[in-house]
């Protein structure tokens, strides 16, 4: 599969400064990779797999763009790409079935509906394997996985560093 993804970001400097608190306290709330994952499941049922790389992708675009994140917790380089364990952990019950569409977002900031839903524009019509596929093409991947084979088990962190400039790179 020969997939190109054009991302673009067409957010204003005043959102940006807003979105800058991603991860920081707001109130009593701390927003993390759950609510990033649930702004995702706002715009459709999908498989654990997919919702990975989906948050995968906005944490390092968002690394791209702002160079700072959009949330605090790292991936990891499994098999079939980079994956939260947290996450991972929170839907493996659903397997290969899709993890249901969430219908309430009063508790996802606006921020985080918005910059899902531009990552989700530029990736959602790839499948899960479609991601999956993709992910091990690129750089932070593939230098997190180091000399292990494909099949081999993984847990190294994919540096925040390498998704920036990688990323970073697609944008010219």
Not at 1 to 13: D, G, V, W
Request: with cysteine.
């Amino acid at each position: 599969m020969n997939t190109t993804i054009n991302f673009s970001a067409s957010i204003s400097s005043n959102q940006k400064e807003k979105t800058l608190q991603f991860g920081i306290a707001e109130g009593r709330k701390t927003y993390n990779i759950f609510s990033l994952a649930n702004a995702f499941l706002s715009i459709s049922a999908m498989t654990n797999k997919k919702l990975q790389k989906l948050c995968y992708y906005a944490k390092a675009w968002y690394l791209a763009i702002y160079d700072t994140n959009i949330i605090p917790e790292q991936f990891q380089a499994w098999v079939h790409g980079a994956v939260n364990p947290a996450l991972y952990q929170k839907y493996k019950e659903y397997g290969y079935e899709n993890i249901p569409k969430l219908e309430e977002t009063r508790d996802i900031p606006e921020e985080f509906l918005s910059f899902a839903k531009e990552v989700y524009d530029a990736y959602g019509s790839l499948t899960g394997n479609q991601l999956e596929s993709l992910n091990h093409r690129e750089d932070p991947w593939i230098k997190a996985r180091g000399d292990r084979e494909p099949w081999e088990s993984c847990s190294q962190e994919i540096s925040e560093d390498d998704m920036k400039y990688f990323y970073r790179k697609l944008m010219k």
